[in-house]
């Protein structure tokens, strides 16, 4: 049920991304110009009036704080999958092999002793 509701909540964040990348290039710049002049800043002020800049201040806020809130829901969501998750889910299963058996006992190396002093007439030569 988690689950569902962050793979609701992410694409609901991803649509309110969406609509406040767009109401932010549609605002008119306080210069004239600007990308709100080019993605159609007269269009803005034919459809809600002289309070465009209004309409979009609060369409961006509103926007951004519908975006902090789903943020942070995910967040939250995620640390409750997280701690209530079984220990099944999410893991490769474990497959037990038989035991090898144990190896033929190799016959033993031939222990190699080194001088570790060279005798003195070895020296004088």
Known sequence: MVNILIWLFTAVLILVS???????????????????????????????GADTGNVLTKLTINAA????????????????????????????????????PAPASAPAAPSVVLPTSVPAEAAKN
Not at 18 to 38: P, R, S
Request: glycine share 12%; net charge positive; aromatic share 10%.
């Open 18 to 48: 969406v609509f406040l990348v767009l109401v932010v290039l549609a605002q008119k710049a306080k210069t004239d110009g600007g990308m709100g002049a080019a993605l159609g800043g007269g269009a803005t002020e034919a459809a809600f």
């Open 65 to 100: 704080i519908l975006f902090f809130v789903l943020t942070f829901g995910l967040y939250l969501a995620n640390i409750y999958a997280a701690k209530h998750k079984t220990s099944s889910e999410g893991q490769l299963p474990t497959i037990t092999a038989p035991a090898a």
